[in-house]
T-cell receptor
Framework: SQQGEEDPQALSIQEGENATMNCSYK?????LQWYRQNSGRGLVHLIL?????REKHSGRLRVTLDTSKKSSSLLITASRAADTASYFC???????????FGTGTRLQVFP | GAGVSQTPSNKVTEKGKYVELRCDPI?????LYWYRQSLGQGPEFLIY????????DSGLPNDRFFAVRPEGSVSTLKIQRTERGDSAVYLC??????????????FGPGTRLTVT
């Protein structure tokens, strides 16, 4: 079963705007990861945030984690048409090495 | 190799047939994962190998599904008596263990299985 719920399910923006996606999960986690997927095939790891971290940056990406609310957000700043893809959060719990993925957000960036 | 590879990229089979899906992980990665992704959904965990042994097979939906990794490298996912509901993209990933035991998973391009 999928643990994560993401919203919005779909997001359409213009190039240059910021895109924010949210993820909620159900159980205690060791870390939370964000992945990107183009055309329904291979996923690419974007960023990992540990349970004891609250914010992390990587280039145009900013991830926040609120373990008290069991939620995370991914912010993509100054979006580009090439950012068009589906974005998934995935959580890893302490007692397992598997990832539990969310339902995903489909991002469309118009030039 | 440079990345995780999966073969075939597409597989069409008839209901009731047997299929094998192959995954070649990144060289040196000890952990290998199988996921299944249905249209419009996120990947769903199936099974995870640490070396040759299945460390967690809790995601396998039923006994028609089986996976092996006999030499701790290549893995094969086997599906017996396929059903139309098995149609999905099957994703394989391997893990690089970083500092503090954190894991980011490297995914292959997937095998799209269609059961007619």
């Amino acid at each position: 079963s999928q643990q994560g719920e993401e919203d919005p399910q779909a997001l359409s923006i213009q190039e240059g705007e910021n895109a924010t996606m949210n993820c909620s999960y159900k159980t205690s986690i060791n870390n939370l990861q964000w992945y990107r997927q183009n055309s329904g095939r291979g996923l690419v790891h974007l960023i990992l945030i540990r349970s004891n971290e609250r914010e992390k940056h990587s280039g145009r990406l900013r991830v926040t984690l609120d373990t008290s609310k069991k939620s995370s957000s991914l912010l993509i700043t100054a979006s580009r048409a090439a950012d068009t893809a589906s974005y998934f959060c995935a959580t890893r719990s302490y007692n397992t090495d598997k990832l539990i993925f969310g339902t995903g957000t489909r991002l469309q960036v118009f030039p | 190799g440079a990345g995780v590879s999966q073969t075939p990229s597409n597989k069409v089979t008839e209901k009731g047939k047997y299929v094998e899906l192959r995954c070649d992980p990144i060289s040196g990665h000890t952990a290998l994962y199988w996921y299944r992704q249905s249209l419009g959904q996120g990947p769903e965990f199936l099974i995870y190998f640490q070396g040759t042994g299945a460390a967690d097979d809790s995601g396998l939906p039923n006994d028609r599904f089986f996976a092996v990794r006999p030499e701790g490298s290549v893995s094969t996912l086997k599906i017996q008596r396929t059903e139309r509901g098995d149609s999905a993209v099957y994703l394989c990933a391997s893990t690089s263990i970083g500092k503090a035991g954190l894991y980011e998973q490297y995914f292959g391009p997937g095998t799209r299985l269609t059961v007619t």
